[in-house]
């Protein structure tokens, strides 16, 4: 017997002699005097007997159930009956096949993230919050000619390179970082890393991880990129520069071709002479047309044109553009009229000179592409935003220029806004033209905020539209009400 089981034992003899003697302190006293006993003595009596069973009771059958535990823990095969002895052993069994189950899932997911870490190109490693590695990949250590076990326990490369700090900031938890290394062959490679905190279960950070991605072959494109379009905007300053200055240096003999044969033309001169000098002074025009809408072309390409944004006179500006072309469209057999509807400003802050080229462009045009009819300048506007407090407000103005003349081919229309394209490119093509005013017309458009379309049909004519962005002083101009509709009657289509 232990000796714990001898106190236990003792305490239990000394609890039961403890009552016996309560129980004989009453008796006796009681049985000398020869008292007579009430029943509330037989009841108290019979009370301490009772513990006294009790616990000498517990004490027997917890020596009893000690001793049976010896027996089993000595002799298990005997005490245990066949059937449940079959029952534990097959869910004994059963359990070991599962946990052997488990064992193999994870070994096989474990080869796997394995061998995706392995075949990965990417440098990929973990380490410590000091920046102490404690596992890389074969990219890892392939990239500085080392074997793993050499690499561990060493400074990450982040670390080292002083983008990973361990103390005495905090390391991020996420971040993403570039760094220029060089490999075990003295080559220089560009990575991008992407660092990430790696966390228990209780959201505590365990490690850290880091993945490098070689992005030299980007940068390389990037960096040749970069360097031709500084070639590209280098060489169209160039243009613009060269373009600017042979226009100035072309126009100085030009102007004087022109005025010479205007002096020429005052002389006498037979027919034949004046035809002559009609045709230097025409093709003096035309050269000088050329340059200057080269000149524009070149300077709106670059960005270098101004827009500016002053008050003028809508309806003076489109009286100016009838003015302009009225005696050649009269000299054509054609009519020009004009329609501005009920509600335009009569003053906006735009760019007049600007508007005005648009509309040259266009009336131009289209009187060189009429042959019978007339022309048609419609001008209306859409009321926006309110500006500036109040003091001003926002309006798109609407051209339409509209003729009768032979229309444009539909497969021809898409060609129309590009740089020196022609509808009719034959030799024998009657009509002249650079073939700039149309995408001039397009970029100044673009610049004013707005945009250009056309709609066209052959032998029936074209409709050119156009807006732009504008604004008005308030209480200083008509306010712009809903547009009236349009006095002209559209083409048939």
Known sequence: MSSVQRRKSALIFALAASLLAALAAIIIPTVITGAEISPEYYILCLAIIGCVLLVLGGYVWDRSLMERIRTITRHPEAHIPSTDHDEIHDEVIGLARKIERMAQSLQKLEASYRAVVEDQSDLICRYTADGHLTFVNGAYARFFGLKRLELLGHRCLLVTAGLIKPSPAPIPEAAIFELT?????????????????????????????????DVTARKGAEFALLAAKEAAESA????????????????????????????????????EQRSYVDMITSSGHT??????????????????????HAPFALNDCIEEIGALFGAR????????????????PQLVNSDHNRLRQILSNLVGNAIKFTEKGGITISVSATP?????????????????????????????????FRPFSQVDTSAKRRRGGTGLGLIIAKRLCERMGGEISVESRMNEGSVFSFNILADYEIGHSS?????APSRQAPINR
């Open 236 to 271: 169209d300053r160039a243009k613009t520069e060269f373009l600017a200055i042979v226009s100035h240096e072309i126009r100085t003999p030009i102007n004087g071709v022109i005025g010479f044969a205007k002096l020429l033309r005052d002389t006498t001169l037979t027919a």
């Open 287 to 308: 050269l000088e047309t050329l340059i200057s809408d080269i000149l524009d072309l070149s300077k709106i390409e670059a960005g270098k044109i101004e827009i500016e």
């Open 384 to 416: 926006l935003e309110v500006l500036n407090g109040g003091f001003n407000r926002a309006v798109r103005l609407q051209f339409i220029v509209r003729d009768t003349g032979i229309g444009i081919p539909a497969d021809k229309i898409n060609q129309l």
């Open 329 to 344: 469209a009269h000299e054509a057999g054609l009519t020009i009229t004009t329609s501005i509807a009920p509600g335009v």
């Open 479 to 483: 306010s712009p009400f809903e547009t």
């Open 181 to 213: 290394s060089t490999d075990a062959n003295q080559t220089g490679v560009i990575h991008s890393w992407t660092h990430r905190a790696i966390k228990d279960s209780s959201g505590e950070v365990v490690e850290y991880q880091a993945v490098g991605h």
